[in-house]
């Protein structure tokens, strides 16, 4: 059984040098490539007909679209994981991917009032995310650092969904639909050097801003408890498979 990515973008011109936003989640998954498919539905692929035999699990990558922007390939997109939602299949959405699945279910999704938000953040769980059997597994505490890069977020989320926790500028940041679909904001596919590569594009922009870019690099740290989000997505998925 097949792992599907469906990824809606591609990274920075410096950080292809380390791979497609695909390559990331595998690494960060344990996965080797004949495990996974990928479709890159933002280059007009199109997604395979859906049955949930074919598939361990799907996973919805960032891009630099905007879910605002509702395009056709982002409305095709939403059709298949409408059927994959259905089917009960173990999905996670990533930064666009979270509020494409936002979007879909009837949330707000738009600029964020408050701004870009980009480099280090602290996500703290609420009571639901702390007892998540997948967020709730991330960190003995109810905090933990993560990376983030967006200027959109989940302004009003689903009433379908549970909140699952926030940042300081995200107070909608990680949410679950039902028992088997999440939604994060933050990046557990990125290291170090990816957020340092991002935010160094992305400097003049920044700067524009308000931002100091030197000083958002200068404070990066592991995120460690963030990353292995991935790992216990991809073990929860294959148990709830083979189950």
């Given amino acids: 059984m097949l792992f599907l990515i469906i990824q809606t973008g591609d990274p920075v011109p410096k950080a292809k040098a380390v791979g497609s936003f695909a390559d990331w989640f595998m690494a960060g998954m344990g996965l080797a490539t004949n495990q996974v498919q990928v479709v890159d539905v933002h280059k007009g692929e199109e997604l395979p007909a859906f049955d949930s035999e074919d598939w361990t699990a799907v996973l919805v990558t960032g891009s630099a679209s905007m879910v605002t922007e ?10 298949w994981l409408t059927e994959a939602f259905a089917a009960e299949l173990p999905t996670l959405g990533v930064c666009f991917g979270h509020q494409l699945i936002a979007d879909l279910l009837g949330g707000q999704v738009d600029y964020n009032p408050l701004g870009r938000h980009m480099g280090l953040s602290a996500l703290t769980l609420n009571d639901a995310g702390r007892q998540d059997k997948l967020l709730g597994k991330l960190s003995p505490n109810n905090v933990f650092n993560t990376f983030v890069s967006h200027q959109q977020n989940v302004l009003q989320l689903p009433q379908c ?3 699952l926790g926030s940042c300081e500028n995200d107070s909608n940041h990680v949410f679950r639909y039902k028992d088997h679909v999440w939604g994060v904001q933050f990046h557990p596919e990125w290291d170090q050097s990816i957020m340092r590569t991002y935010i160094e594009a992305r ?4 700067l524009e801003e308000g931002f100091d870019p030197a000083s958002m690099a200068a404070q990066l740290t592991d995120c460690d408890e963030a990353e292995s989000l991935l790992k216990h997505f991809a073990a929860f998925s294959q148990q709830r498979k083979s189950a």
Avoid at 203 to 206: D, V
């Fill in 161 to 163: 969904v549970t909140l």
């Fill in 70 to 79: 509702q395009l056709d390939w982002m409305k095709q997109t939403q059709r």
């Fill in 203 to 206: 400097e003049k922009a920044l």
